[in-house]
């Protein structure tokens, strides 16, 4: 039975629709003043590009697609971009409940990223930080999820083994798979850009369990032995 779960915090405690509007449309701002035009059909293909090609880094993977691959134009544009990106943390209004089942099911809560200030202050400020026993990553940590590393030094964290912890998250590529790989029990949300559209390439891509919504999670999540 699991004791554990690890959580990757975004599009499943928070919404980060408006934060990917954002980052898109100033991919399309930095391309441009490159010199590069960027038609509506090009920026919907880049962005097809960067989920269906499981790149790490979806919004660089746009880039790299809109400069046709020139390796200096891309370096100068991502450049732009890191400097200029600043999402905003939007929790869920469902965060609480998500974070409440798991506990009702007596796991212990890790979350599998990096966290910025502002993430962990919202997680303070939304009363949600007593819920998590592993507040993320360390920051002297360079290394991030799909690392299997990542996931074997969380499990370590949360005092388990990988059979008896849980992964949660919407990317196959950064949660369903590592999962598979260290024989962990995934389940998938399909929802943000990658949960809706990134499709399994072979069995080490198929969760243990699904859930299209939110809703449908607080559903799975009492049923999972």
């Not at 993977?61 to 390796?71: E, G, P, S």
């Amino acid at each position: 039975m699991p004791n554990a779960i690890i959580i990757d915090m975004h599009d499943v405690l928070t919404d980060e629709s408006e934060n990917d509007r954002n980052a898109i449309a100033l991919v399309r701002q930095i391309v441009a003043t490159a010199g590069v035009r960027v038609s509506e059909q090009a920026l919907q293909q880049a962005d097809t590009f960067s989920i269906e090609s499981f790149a790490p880094n979806q919004f660089e993977a746009m880039i790299f697609r809109l400069v046709n691959r020139d390796t200096t134009l891309a370096l100068r544009c991502i450049s732009a971009f890191k400097k200029n990106h600043q999402p905003v943390t939007r929790l869920r209004k469902e965060a609480r409940d998500i974070l409440q089942v798991c506990r009702q099911r007596g796991w212990k809560v890790a979350i599998g990223n990096h966290l910025s200030d502002e993430e962990l202050a919202a997680l303070e400020k939304g009363g949600l930080s007593p819920l998590i026993q592993v507040k993320g990553l360390p920051r002297q940590m360079k290394i991030d999820l799909p690392d299997p590393r990542v996931v074997e030094f969380l499990v370590g964290l949360l005092g388990t083994t990988t059979g008896e912890c849980l992964m949660l998250g919407t990317r196959i590529d950064n949660n369903v798979r590592p999962a598979n790989t260290l024989r962990m029990q995934a389940i998938q949300l399909q929802m943000g850009r990658h949960g809706k559209h990134q499709l399994p390439r072979d069995l080490k891509d198929v969760p243990d369990y699904e859930a299209p919504t939110v809703e449908a999670l607080l559903n799975v999540l009492p049923t999972v032995v």
